[in-house]
């Protein structure tokens, strides 16, 4: 009896396992810092690993770029920008996007996005509800939720998302913007969580055939 539950609890740990180790590689690209930078208000080293809903703040002389398969990102000194896998979030500052892949960006309720799959490179500034786009390089759309423009390369706009960015503060109460997902949904959790599997898995096979809890004959 003892044997067989250990055989069913192994190979249930071993059904669990890579799904979550997967999980933790999903939409994760790389970060470089030229100055000091934080994720998830926690300062970073030249370099760090990326994952979505990861909040990534700048200091007024830092610059950061964060590199993934197909599009490249730049944030400026003294920005608020959250990664969203195939998009960023600005809450405040100026971010510079370079894409093949359709990378989008967001500035309150401001979309901008490539109007093609070809090399696209744009700029995006969101200061007190100001939202300023330049394409760069290609067209890009900006929509506000209700009606979309086209911005011709070489081009700029600004638009308005002062109220927006009002409702916001009020909602939030004055509070810093939270990173995206639970504690239960980090990266860096599940990889806790697998190793922990791991040891209790290695647990399980060394206690052999004995009874986990022997009874005097």
């Keep these: ?22 999980g933790a590689d999903s939409g994760a690209a790389m970060l470089y810092a030229n100055g000091t930078a934080w994720i998830n208000g926690t300062s970073v080293p030249r370099s760090s690993a990326l994952f979505p809903g990861d909040l990534v703040q700048t200091r007024p002389d830092a610059v950061v770029h964060i590199n993934l398969t197909g599009s490249s990102v730049m944030i400026l000194s003294d920005s608020l920008v959250k990664y969203e896998d195939n998009a960023v979030s600005v809450e405040h500052g100026t971010v510079k996007v370079a894409t093949t892949k359709g990378m989008s960006t967001r500035a309150g309720e401001v979309v901008v996005a490539p109007v093609s799959p070809e090399w696209t490179e744009f700029e995006v500034t969101d200061v007190n509800g100001t939202v300023e786009i330049v394409a760069r390089k290609g067209d890009v759309s900006i929509s506000n939720g209700t009606e979309t423009t086209r911005l011709a390369q070489g081009e700029k706009t600004t638009r308005d998302d002062s109220e927006n960015q009002k409702k916001k503060r009020r909602a939030a109460g004055g509070a810093v913007p939270a990173a995206g997902g639970g504690v239960l949904d980090s990266p860096y959790a599940i990889a806790a969580g697998a190793g922990a599997v791991g040891g209790l898995l290695l647990w399980v096979l060394l206690q052999g055939d004995d009874p986990a809890s022997p009874v005097d004959p």
């Design 1 to 22: 009896m003892g044997s067989s539950l250990q055989n069913i609890f192994c190979w249930v740990l071993l059904a669990i396992m890579p799904a979550s180790l997967l």
